[in-house]
């Protein structure tokens, strides 16, 4: 059961779930620029301090208490904030159309009258069905990732990007997510880092088999870590079997 609120007593006594409205200001602050990368760790280590162990939060970037989140953050960096909900530890939620692009407001009036979602939006914005459909597949198919546990990663330029692990039985899953609108060139602290492969969902559209080769060379998934390159709102997942 979902609690509406963010108490650490109300997973103690009832629910199973409650939202993660801290890390939530904190990824707004971040992305908007009034704060640091590095407070949504900030956010995420106090919740491991005050809630009871094994205590599950809703990870979120949209709801019907403020405007779309495309609306907030713009497009690329919407798809940042989702990557970041869609690989913490918790419980992503997809909320009414994110998958299309769609930003039919639903506070009020959408609270008590019928706005329906405009399925439409995702021939404009192809990019997102693409990122939610592979982005739920890495995740139905990554222990790591559903359950994994969580060790934040040290890199380059904390203000601006945010790393961590993500490690259960025999896989680790690393995530990279620069919360900014200027590209990282930097590094990361992850020993072997060559043992990774890149598993970033490809939202671009499909390569023709006659494409080019500077475009193939564009997409193409090289793993140079602990070295490492962003775009502007990028993201980068790496997959390792510890097997």
Do not use: C
Request: charged share 25%.
């Amino acid at each position: 059961m979902l609690a509406e609120g963010h108490k650490p007593d109300l997973e103690v006594q009832a629910f199973e779930l409650d939202y993660s409205w801290p890390l939530h200001n904190a990824l707004t602050d971040a992305l908007q620029g009034r704060g640091r990368a590095s407070d949504l760790r900030a956010a995420w280590e106090e919740e491991i301090r005050h809630w009871p162990r094994g205590a599950l939060h809703m990870r979120f970037s949209d709801n019907h208490d403020e405007r779309r989140a495309i609306a907030r953050f713009g497009e690329p960096a919407a798809l940042a904030a989702s990557a970041l909900m869609f690989t913490l530890d918790g419980v992503p939620l997809i909320y009414n159309g994110m998958e299309a692009g769609d930003t039919t407001e639903s506070g009020a009036p959408a609270l008590f009258e019928k706005l329906p979602v405009f399925w439409p939006t995702a021939e404009r914005r192809p990019e997102f069905p693409r990122f939610y459909r592979q982005m739920s597949a890495l995740r139905k198919a990554s222990d790591a990732l559903r359950r994994g546990s969580l060790e934040w990663l040290r890199n380059s330029d904390e203000a601006r990007v945010v790393t961590y692990l993500r490690r259960r039985n025999d896989e680790e899953v690393l995530i990279a997510i620069n919360f900014s609108n200027r590209p990282f060139n930097g590094s990361i602290e992850i020993a072997n880092g060559a043992a990774f492969t890149d598993i970033t969902p490809d939202v671009g559209p499909p390569l023709p088999p006659d494409a080019p080769a500077p475009e193939r060379a564009r997409r193409a998934r090289i793993n140079a870590l602990p070295t490492l390159f962003l775009d502007a709102w990028g993201y980068r997942i790496f997959h390792r079997g510890l097997k």
